[in-house]
C-alpha cells in the first residue's frame, strides 16, 4: 500500500534518475552480466551506466534515439539491450530471483503451484492488430515464464508453449490455475502439470475479482508501471518479451535490495 511510509522507504532521490540502480541492486544484476574478455578492445562504457540507459527506456517509454545525453550513446545501449537479450540475460534474472524472493518469505524455491493468463497478427475477438504476452506466475505473482503470440493465435497455443517450456526450468510443477482462454483439451493434456480452469460465479454479471486470477493480472498491473509495456512499440517478438521479463525481474530486484 502506498503510504507515506512506503513512499519514503522506496524513495530514491539520490539517484540521478528514478529508474536508475542503486548499490544493492546493481549486486545482485552484477553476477548475471557478462565479463569483460581479456583480449580485443576494451569497454568504453561501464555496464551499470548501460543497464541505466536501458531501464530509463523501460520506465519512461521514450524512444532509444530519445535518451538524455548523461547516458551512453543511444546507439551503445540498443546494441547491448539487443546483445543482453539474445544471450538470455533478462531470462536468467527472471529465473533467478523469483528463488530468492521465495525463500526470502519462508517458502520452497521452486514453485508447485502456478497461474497462467493472457509477430503481428489480426485478433478478431479484440479487433485489434498486435501480439499477445502469456505469463506464468507463482501463486504469489512472481513472473516465472513469459512468451508471446501473433495476435490471432488463440490462447490455447500460447498456454501450450508456457507448460512445455516450464518442465525444464521449474520441473516441480503439478498444478495450473488458467482461466476460460486456456480450456480444452489442447492445454488440458500438452504436460503432466494439471491445468484447473478458473470461471466467473453462475449468474455473475459485470467485473468481479476472481480466487487465483487476480494474482496475474495484478503481476500484470505492476509491470504495465513501466510505460514501455503500456504498448508494444517493438519491431520483434524477442524484443518485446525481453522488456516484459526485464520488467518483472526488476520488480523482484527492488524488493530483494530492501533487505540488504
Known amino acids: 500500500m502506498w503510504t507515506p511510509a512506503a513512499r519514503a522507504e522506496l524513495a530514491r532521490e539520490s539517484l540521478p534518475y528514478a529508474s536508475s540502480l542503486t548499490d544493492a541492486e546493481w549486486a545482485l544484476i552484477a553476477p548475471h552480466l557478462p565479463r569483460p574478455s581479456h583480449t580485443g578492445r576494451p569497454w568504453r562504457w561501464p555496464l551499470r551506466a548501460i543497464l541505466d540507459g536501458i531501464q530509463y527506456v523501460l520506465r519512461t517509454g521514450c524512444a532509444w534515439r530519445h535518451l538524455p545525453l548523461d547516458f551512453p550513446p ?3 545501449v540498443h546494441r547491448w539491450f539487443l546483445r ?3 544471450a538470455g540475460v533478462f ?3 527472471a529465473h533467478a530471483h523469483p528463488l530468492a524472493d521465495r525463500e526470502r518469505v519462508g517458502r520452497e524455491a521452486s514453485p508447485a503451484g502456478v497461474g497462467v493468463a493472457g509477430e503481428r497478427g489480426y485478433d478478431p475477438a479484440r479487433r485489434v492488430v498486435g501480439r499477445k504476452r502469456h505469463a506464468l506466475t507463482d501463486t504469489d505473482g512472481r513472473l516465472l515464464l513469459a512468451t508471446v503470440s501473433t495476435a490471432e493465435r488463440h490462447d490455447s497455443h500460447g498456454g501450450v508453449a508456457l507448460l512445455r517450456a516450464s518442465r525444464r526450468l ?3 510443477l503439478a498444478h495450473c490455475f488458467a482461466d476460460q482462454a ?3 483439451e489442447r492445454v488440458g493434456s500438452a504436460t503432466a502439470i494439471t491445468v484447473e480452469i478458473l470461471r466467473p460465479d453462475k449468474g455473475q454479471k459485470g467485473f468481479a475479482v476472481q480466487p487465483r486470477r487476480w494474482v496475474i493480472e495484478r503481476t500484470f498491473g505492476w509491470i504495465a ?5 503500456a504498448r508494444d512499440y517493438e519491431a520483434t517478438p524477442s524484443s518485446t518479451i525481453a522488456f516484459f521479463v526485464l520488467a ?3 520488480i523482484l530486484v527492488r524488493r530483494l535490495a530492501q533487505t540488504l
Do not use: I, K, V
Not at 225 to 229: A, F, G, H, K, L
Open 225 to 229: 508501471r513501466c510505460r514501455r509495456r
Open 182 to 184: 486456456y480450456q480444452g
Open 84 to 86: 543482453l537479450s539474445n
Open 248 to 250: 518483472a525481474a526488476m
Open 170 to 172: 521449474w520441473p516441480f
Open 74 to 76: 543511444w546507439s551503445t
Open 91 to 93: 531470462e536468467r534474472l
